[in-house]
């Protein structure tokens, strides 16, 4: 049995639809991340799911109990979830101990399993201290610590880890996803952050405008994205124009300004000629092109060459646009210690196999490269 099921659920907010026949399962135990845009609906979903929204139209079901079907609706006090906003949105006057024991009767209040749950996001020895006394980072593990101490079935996180500073969201995040699985708890996090929800979710559904478009592993989403919009919101892609031609031997590739590429599922864009085609820049190897040697000899069947117009380092690794004939800027990812300079010729080597589309239209088809 699943923690959450959301069924074909409509919201809208007068004439305007904000969630348009949206379905997402959560398994127990798991944590699904629903990425998207702002804008996109996901706090709307999430207030859905929670009770503080009514649908229109639809099902939602907490551990196999029905709790609004777009005409009866669960108060959310009796829907055993647990909700943790982006603000903390923790009592000022009361300790973190009391904040902590808040949802619990009045009977539970003074129990050791409240001392647990601070224990448990590293807080033991908060208790009396007051919210102002705390970091952002310690008042969010106190909201976490409040929603679990309800032994919630389900805990909703509404971009709870936007507020805080780069160098504390990591460590932040890490205890709050160490809390949610230390109870068994199952958890639905909302995010704008691609890196935030392939890194830590179970399963990611990418939401756009009012409709999910893909759920699956982060590692599926990222390598298999179902359509040219999931690919470049899911990271760095290069999206480019490209038409099938014959393969040796038989079957079908794809060619684009970068060479000719073999697809990785041919059957996707069966009967097309005109190709939408996704490259990541990790995808990609690239080389220098010392003045008067021309491309390397082991490169020279495969390779573009191109300028190195822009260098994103990041310390492990280096973002490298390069402007190359007959497509405009890709880009390449390589190892830090790797790095070419601004200005620097260079050999671009595609690894296969790539993935593609049906162009649907010439716009799609003249696709340009997704920023990064």
Partial sequence: MNALEVTDVWKSYGATPVLRGVSLSVADSSLTAILGASGAGKSTLLRVVAGFEAADAGAVSLSGVLTDDGR????????????????????PHLTVRANAAFALPRRERGGGFVNEMLDLVGLADFGRRYPHELSGGQQQRVAIARALASRPKLVLLDEPFAALDASLRSSVRADVLGA???TDTAGVLVTHDQDEALSCA???AVLHDGVILQVGAPRSVYSTPADPWTAAFLGTANLLPGVTEPATG????VRTALGGH???DPAQVAGATRLSVLIRPEQMTLSRIEAG??????????????KVTDIRYH??????????????PVHARVPGSESPSSGDEVALVVGDPVIAWPAADRD????????P
């Fill in 72 to 91: 009866r609706r669960v108060p959310p006090e009796r829907r055993r979830i647990g909700y943790v906003p982006q603000d903390g949105a923790l009592f």
């Fill in 180 to 182: 949610l699985r230390a």
């Fill in 202 to 204: 179970d399963s990611v």
């Fill in 250 to 253: 038989g079957g079908v590739r």
């Fill in 262 to 264: 073999v697809l990785r």
């Fill in 293 to 306: 040697s021309g491309v390397p000899r082991q490169e020279s069947q495969d390779a573009v060459t191109g």
């Fill in 315 to 328: 310390g492990h690794d280096v973002l490298v646009t390069v402007d190359v004939a007959g497509s405009g």
């Fill in 364 to 371: 799609e088809a003249e696709a340009s490269v997704a920023q």
